[in-house]
Every structure is written in structure tokens, then in C-alpha cells.
């Protein structure tokens, strides 16, 4: 379904169409030139970014996030990050090759060479800025894809030239595409080793939040703290780590001070989650949906999450989303989800081990349940498109008491990665997407977001200019949705 244009689009298309024409001739200004296009040629400090109309500016107000914007997170990402991780795909590829063939078979040898084939043709695509291309396969969403792609702009249907978003999860599932499409090792995921070493790694941690977690009582003191160790086990994040080369805090340091973070919590309505979650809903059962991010630690942390609200009556099921497949390398799908259960129970610690049997007792009880998995999560469309898209999903989530949507790609997708002022009230930026109460939980790591007090942006990025893109900060955002929807 072809989607109706917004100003935001026409913000990004408008800008970059004024800087190519501008700059027919980067670097040497003919006699005949204005002052103001002399100006404008110098913004452009490359042959890379003369070649592909790469603006040295942050991005405009109410535009997409996107490549031509060379100050903007968009275009490091691009330049610095999509192709390390395709890069790695290769070397994990190359290094563990007869690994992969005694599992898959000798067969499958040939096939490796081939993937690694179109993978190096994906990264060259990337960092030429080529147009995206159809999918021709077997994809379960080749359809959703090919439509999007087709009702593109001819003009932003290119990695640096579309929004940032689309060339994010366009690279993302197009790499899934040569194993889906393969023959051999149709079950393989790149990511597998990482995500399991997400959970491995943290294992002190994991223990550590395990035997504080035991015998809580019901308060909302204990319910927020374990919403903020939930928030800043997002920062457990490969890319944003490998990006900034930051300290991650795991929960050892939240549980010695809690309160000593809560500074850099922007938006902090726990309270307000608190009273809807404790309050006697009209409805027998009470849901409250996740919609996962990152495996490994932070997954445990949602589960902790999940359990304290099914133990102390604030939810009588919790129900988790994943992504239908390997997604921006450490993203959840059904089989980490199940990997991480298992692990946990057959786990040599007591403790964990007996934490890992519960949970799989809950799922056989229906205290858990894992949702059918859809693949509006690995589309490209930002979430106000979902009642559109995905029909199905938007009623079945109607039906919840409280989405909880994890991480920086959600909150993204919620405000459709759109550069908003930082003080825009979020409901303007849903664009209608409100199936029912909800709140976001995400450490920043992109200049994508809403809600914050006057000033309080500029007062940060007096402290550090690039405070959004360093996870240090985190929101806990909540959007009511009890009067439109009768609860």
C-alpha cells in the first residue's frame, strides 16, 4: 500500500535535490557562479561526499535521519558501522567454513563461496550508494519489500539517499536473503556465536541479578528498579560499544547505587506505568506485551521483568515478540529466545538453573507466551504503518494492557526516525499509532527523540555535543492510552 508523503520526506528530497543542483562542479567555481553557490561548494570536504551529494550539516528539523547528512549519525553508521558488520559477516564466514560444512554437509562449501560472493557485492552496493534492489527469492515478505521499494521516491531509493531507517533494514535483510535462498544452510544465522556470548560473558551478572531478584516484595520502589536495570541492560549493545568504545554498565553497578544514574535518565514515568499495571483493569486477563530487542543479558533482564509482573498480579500473562529473523546482528528471534531458556535450565548453577525451569514452566502454563511471529518487525516501515501493514499484529495488540517496546530501533521506528525538536510532545510524533497503552525503554544512541523539557537538550549538548549517540542516557517514556481505549 503506498503510503501518503509526509513533510518530513519532502524536507529530505527538497534539501537534496537544492545541494546537487548547487554543486554541478565540487571544488572549482566557474566565473559565472554566485557567492552563495562558492559557499556551498565548500561544505563539501570529500570526492566521496561531492560524488553522492553528502552535506556537511546536521540534519534539518522534521526530516528523515539520512546518509546526506554528514554530521548526523545516519552517515557515520553508513560509512563506519553497516560495513564493519558485513565485514565481519565475511571473516565469521571465511574463518568458520569447515565448521559450517561438517554441520551442512560437504555440499554446502560451494555455497559458502557464493554468499561470501553477495555479501562483498551488498558492502560495494553500500558504500556506492546504489539503488536497493528486489527481492527475487524465496522471502516469506518479498512482497511488503517489493512494494516499498517500488513506491520509493526515484530520488531516495539509494543507501545514503533514502531514510536512514530503510537502508538500515534493507541491509539487514538482504543479508538474510543468501541464507534464506540458499540450499544448504537455510538455518544458519551469522549472529548465532555473538548473541550467545552476549548471555555467556555476563554470566556474574546474570547471577547477581538472579539471587537479588529472589523474594522481592510487591512495591513500586522494587518495580522501578527493576525497569531502570532493564533500561540500562539496553546498553549492552555490540555497535554502540564498538562505535564509542564505551563502558557498559551491567547490573553489578546499577544494584550497588541505583539512585546514582538516575540523572541520566531523561524520561522517568515509572510511576505512571506503576499505577495503570496495580490498578483493577475491566478485563478477566491482563496483558502486557514486549517487543524484544538484544539477546544475551538484556534478554534476561525482560525476563526478570516479566516475572516479577506475573508474581506480584500486575500482569497475569506477558507476551514476547521476536523478530522473524537474524536482525541488526544481537536482535531476539525464536530461536535465541528458546537458546537462552535452555541454556538457563540446564545451567550449573542452582539458582540459574532453577530460574531457567521456571521460566519454561510459565511458557507451558501460559504465563509466558511467545507471540506468532510476524514480519511487520523486520519490515521497513515505521510503526505508525502497522494498522496498514500488519492489521493483524495492531489488533492483537489492542488487546494489551501495556506494550513495553525495548530499544533504539523501536523508538525509532515509533517516531519513524524523523529528526523531531527534542521538546515535540510524542503523540504529534506517532502519526496515529496508539493500539493501546505503551512505553518505550531505550537507551539513546541516535538523535531520534521527543518529550524532553525546554532546554534540557541544549544544556546537554553544551556538556557533549554528541550526547545522543553515547547511550549514556535513557528514557522510560510512557503514552497513555486509557481513555481511547476504555480500560
Known amino acids: 500500500m503506498e503510503l501518503e508523503s509526509t513533510t518530513s520526506e519532502r524536507t529530505v528530497g527538497n534539501v537534496a535535490a537544492a545541494s546537487a543542483a548547487a554543486v554541478s562542479a565540487p ?50 553508521n553508513l560509512r563506519n558501522v553497516l560495513p564493519v558488520v558485513l565485514t565481519n559477516v565475511i571473516d565469521t564466514l571465511t574463518k568458520d567454513k569447515n565448521e559450517l560444512v561438517a554441520r551442512y554437509g560437504e555440499s554446502a562449501r560451494e555455497e559458502l563461496k557464493i554468499i561470501i560472493g ?8 553500500l558504500q556506492t550508494d546504489k539503488p536497493f534492489q528486489q527481492y527475487n527469492g524465496e522471502e516469506a515478505d518479498r512482497e511488503i519489500w517489493n512494494h516499498f521499494i517500488t513506491h520509493l521516491p526515484d530520488d531516495e531509493r539509494s ?34 556465536k555473538v548473541k550467545e556470548h552476549a548471555l555467556t560473558s555476563c554470566i556474574e551478572d546474570i547471577l547477581s541479578l ?35 568504545q564505551n563502558e557498559r554498565i551491567f547490573n553489578s553497578t546499577v544494584l550497588d547505587d541505583v539512585s546514582a544514574i538516575d540523572s541520566f535518565i531523561l524520561i522517568n514515568n515509572v510511576s505512571e506505568i506503576w499505577k495503570l499495571l496495580d490498578s483493577k483493569p475491566h478485563k478477566k486477563q491482563q496483558v502486557v506485551d514486549i517487543v524484544l530487542d538484544n539477546a544475551g543479558y ?37 530461536a535465541d529466545f528458546k537458546w537462552t531458556l535452555q541454556y538457563l535450565s540446564e545451567h550449573s548453577d542452582y539458582i540459574i538453573s532453577l530460574i531457567g ?16 511471529v510476524s514480519c511487520f518487525w523486520t519490515s521497513p516501515h515505521p510503526f505508525f ?11 492483537k495488540l489492542q488487546e494489551s494492557r501495556l506494550i513495553i517496546f525495548k530499544g533504539d530501533l523501536n523508538g525509532r521506528k515509533i517516531l519513524s526516525d524523523v529528526c523531531w525538536d527534542t521538546t515535540q510532545d510524542i503523540k504529534t510524533c506517532l502519526r496515529g499509532f496508539l493500539p493501546t497503552n505503551f512505553c518505550l525503554i531505550r537507551t539513546i544512541k541516535a538523535e531520534v ?38 480500560y
Open 27 to 76: 571544488g572549482a567555481a566557474s566565473k559565472g557562479e554566485s557567492a552563495g553557490t562558492q559557499k556551498l561548494n565548500k561544505v563539501f570536504k570529500s570526492d566521496f561526499d561531492a560524488k553522492y551529494n553528502i552535506v556537511d550539516i546536521n540534519t534539518p528539523l522534521n526530516a528523515y535521519m539520512s546518509g546526506q547528512y554528514k554530521r548526523s549519525y545516519a552517515y557515520y
Open 298 to 334: 538484556e534478554l534476561f533482564t525482560d525476563f526478570i521483568l516479566a516475572e516479577y509482573m506475573i508474581e506480584k498480579g500486575l500482569a497475569t500473562k506477558v507476551r514476547f515478540h521476536v523478530k522473524a529473523h537474524p536482525w541488526f546482528v544481537l536482535d531476539t528471534t525464536e
Open 159 to 192: 543507501f545514503y539517499r533514502a531514510c536512514w531507517l530503510y537502508s538500515e533494514c534493507y541491509t539487514y535483510r538482504k543479508l538474510y536473503s543468501f541464507v534464506e535462498n540458499s540450499i544448504f544452510i537455510k538455518e544458519f544465522d551469522y549472529f548465532a
Open 118 to 125: 553477495l555479501i562483498s557485492r551488498l558492502k560495494y552496493e
Open 385 to 395: 504503518a502497522m494498522r496498514d501493514i500488519a492489521p493483524e499484529l495492531y489488533q
Open 449 to 486: 527523540l521527543c518529550g524532553l523539557p525546554k532546554g534540557l537538550n541544549e544544556s546537554l549538548t553544551q556538556r557533549d555535543p554528541q550526547w545522543m549517540l553515547t547511550g549514556n542516557y535513557g528514557i522510560i517514556h510512557f503514552v497513555d492510552g486509557t481513555r481511547e481505549f476504555g
Open 357 to 372: 525451569k521456571k521460566y519454561l514452566q510459565f511458557l507451558d502454563e501460559g504465563k509466558f507466551e511467545l507471540a506468532p
Open 210 to 244: 538472579s539471587n537479588t531478584t529472589r523474594r522481592t516484595e510487591k512495591s513500586k520502589e522494587v518495580f522501578e528498579e527493576l525497569m531502570k536495570i532493564n533500561l540500562w541492560s539496553n546498553r549492552c549493545d555490540v555497535l554502540a560499544s564498538a562505535a564509542y
